[in-house]
């Protein structure tokens, strides 16, 4: 591997890691190169909207490794025959379904909070309490059971 994805190494001393994935560290050139796509291409992709790269003081692209996994993907829904607007929704589509997870597990982590403090509420309740003085009803039995009958008159 090269220096730039994070396995390599570069005058002897290896790095630790790559770029962030959010890092918009590559240039157009290099974009294309690792997703197979022509650099028309990548810029036509942002003019309608799939992909907005990063920009340089100057107004250059720069890509970081989740655009590069975007164009990819899109790159492989566009190859199987599936059209850009078509495309466009699935993207649409599946950051929808990801904003969901997110928010599921969410509320997934406060429902598990609340549960963890209403079990501690009570058991602090019982503890000050004391023990239960209220009396204990027994089940009634056929034997022990009084029964009122009247006759018709």
Do not use: C, K
Request: hydrophobic share 40%; glycine share 12%; no cysteine.
């Amino acid at each position: 591997m090269d220096g730039v994805t994070g396995g390599g190494v570069s005058g002897g001393v290896p790095f630790s890691q790559g770029p962030a994935p959010e890092a918009a560290v590559y240039v157009i050139s290099v974009a294309a190169e690792l997703t197979g796509l022509h650099p028309q291409t990548l810029r036509t992709y942002e003019r309608l909207g799939l992909i907005t790269p990063g920009r340089t003081g100057g107004g250059g692209r720069r890509y970081s490794l989740r655009d590069i996994e975007l164009l990819r993907s899109i790159a492989e829904l566009t190859s199987s025959g599936i059209g850009i607007e078509g495309v466009r929704r699935i993207l649409e589509m599946e950051h929808r379904a990801s904003a969901l997870a997110a928010r599921n597990a969410e509320l997934q982590a406060e429902l598990d909070a609340t549960r963890a403090a209403l079990r501690q509420a009570l058991v602090a309740r019982r503890a000050e309490s004391g023990p239960n003085r209220l009396p204990v009803l027994r089940p009634s039995t056929a034997e022990s059971s009084v029964v009122v009958w009247r006759r018709n008159r």
